[in-house]
């Protein structure tokens, strides 16, 4: 017999372990690590180098963020600066279905007060409104180099996370909304990675791949970084705006080659490929390129800074804890039998750690779509965690009540759902018997969403505030 108050517990401490790593991470605490203002001195450090910069030299501050996390990361920012900022744009994700925007009234003066103005934007997919949000970035940036030719320094604080990149959309000249849109769905449906997403994103952007560097070259430029790419390249992260671009259109040829894409291109897509590879078309700035002297682009948080908090909270519950390692990849169902493997030899050997064990993982899955479900790869890592359970030997199936699985994202939306995840355990089990619920159909449809939905054991946060990959806590007591 299933005990549920265990169950409940296990889920409990799931829970807690992903709150707190997501806390380490929200851009309030990142900037008390990284950032400290002297006087009229803005000491910038990523824990290798510390900068310097005298604000009295400037006169004025431009804040200019997008992503997931840039509305936390702009008032952070606003609030340290204080009356110094003169004004910002801030490229933020719409609410799923529609909703109102919501942020603390707080926030919602300091930004009136400082002149920082807010676009909602598409996420993954681009849209009319990332358009706007691209156009209206790039014409913040002109209005910065006019300063600069009247002599009129502006220092600019370009705040990056996770999703900018279709949130900050500016087609290259020949290309619409609509064919970059149509390769970011080719893209993302055939498993491609996040490197090679965005290495096609840059060359089909004239704002990505170090083109914003350019646009507000010669005024100087701070950008800090919270990383959603696994690696943590920075040339990844949000398709690399400010620094040095080292894909080629050559790679960008490659990659839909290597899924055999090229055929469902958009005939104007084709055309300025070819026309990069042969040299008609200039290619993205490279390294050792003058537009990056003003521009300096620092790190703030990444996964592994969530990953070891989780691990200090783990211990704190009383967990021997593994963490595993923060670059996960591969496809979600696949990685998710890692894990399963991994309660096996817990359950019957006490390896690789011994109960109660809590083992932590983090990185970026993908998922290959092949059904016509909704879900992300979260849900799809537990669903497919889930049904691992089920060919377990029957020595096994009996303590069941002693695991728990949550994979979740960090931002508090996995794909494109009101979800950040999904737990895994017996209840679920449970719950999909008595509703007649098949994981493995569920799985086949590529339908996580609609499967933990009606078995109640979707994992929901609301948007977090902050973007730096996913979780896995596996939990056998």
């Not at 804040?63 to 490229?91: N, Y």
């Not at 008609?280 to 800074?305: M, Q, Y």
């Not at 209840?427 to 009606?454: C, G, M, Q, W």
Request: include cysteine; glycine fraction near 10%; proline fraction near 5%.
């Amino acid at each position: 017999m299933m005990n549920t108050k265990t169950m409940l517990n296990l889920r409990q401490d799931a829970e807690a372990i992903f709150r707190a790593a997501v806390e380490r991470v929200r851009p309030e605490r990142l900037f008390s690590y990284s950032l400290s203002l002297d006087g009229s001195k803005l000491v910038v450090g990523d824990g290798q180098a510390v900068r310097g910069y005298d604000l009295d030299k400037y006169e004025r501050i431009v804040l200019a963020a997008f992503g997931k996390a840039s509305i936390p990361m702009a008032a952070s920012l606003a609030a340290l600066l204080g009356e110094r900022v003169s004004q910002g744009l801030v490229i933020t994700k719409a609410p799923e279905g529609g909703q109102p925007l919501a942020f603390d009234p707080e926030t919602r003066t300091l930004f009136t007060e400082r002149s920082i103005h807010i676009i909602e934007a598409g996420h993954p997919v681009p849209d009319q409104r990332s358009m706007l949000a691209g156009k209206e970035m790039l014409a913040l940036a002109s209005q910065v180099r006019e300063w600069e030719k009247r002599g009129s320094h502006t220092l600019v604080c370009v705040l990056i996370s996770g999703g900018g990149s279709a949130l900050l959309s500016s087609p290259a000249e020949g290309l619409t909304l609509e064919d970059k849109a149509a390769v970011t769905r080719l893209l993302l449906a055939c498993g491609a990675t996040i490197h090679e997403i965005n290495a096609v994103r840059k060359h089909l952007s004239a704002i990505k791949g170090g083109l914003l560097a350019r646009a507000l070259f010669p005024a100087e430029t701070l950008a800090l970084v919270l990383s959603d790419v696994m690696g943590d390249d920075l040339d990844a992260i949000a398709s690399g705006p400010t620094v040095p671009d080292t894909s080629t259109w050559q790679d960008v040829k490659a990659i839909f080659d290597r899924y055999g894409l090229f055929d469902a291109l958009p005939e104007s897509v084709v055309h300025i490929i070819e026309e990069g590879c042969e040299g008609e078309r200039p290619d993205t700035p490279k390294p050792g390129d003058p537009i990056f002297r003003a521009c300096s682009t620092i790190l703030v948080g990444t996964n592994f800074h969530a990953i070891i908090e989780a691990e200090r909270k783990s211990k704190d519950l009383g967990y021997h804890t593994l963490v595993i390692g923060t670059r996960l990849s591969g496809e979600a169902r696949e990685i998710a039998k890692v894990f399963s493997g991994a309660v096996q030899d817990i359950l019957l050997h006490k390896i690789p750690v011994a109960t109660p064990a809590c083992i932590i993982a983090g990185g970026e899955t993908t998922v290959t779509i092949r059904g016509h479900g909704k879900g992300g790869r979260n849900q799809e890592m537990a669903l497919s965690f889930l049904e691992e359970l089920a060919h377990y030997p029957s020595a096994l199936r009996g303590q069941l009540d002693r695991i728990a699985f949550l994979s979740a994202g960090t931002d508090g939306n996995d794909g494109p759902t009101d979800a950040a995840g999904a737990f895994a355990d017996a209840a679920v089990i449970e719950r999909a018997k008595a509703h007649a619920l098949n994981p493995a159909h569920y799985l086949a449809e590529n339908d996580s969403y609609t499967f933990f939905d009606k078995a109640g054991a979707l994992f929901k946060t609301g948007p977090t505030g902050t973007n730096v990959c996913d979780i896995q806590i596996l939990i056998v007591k």
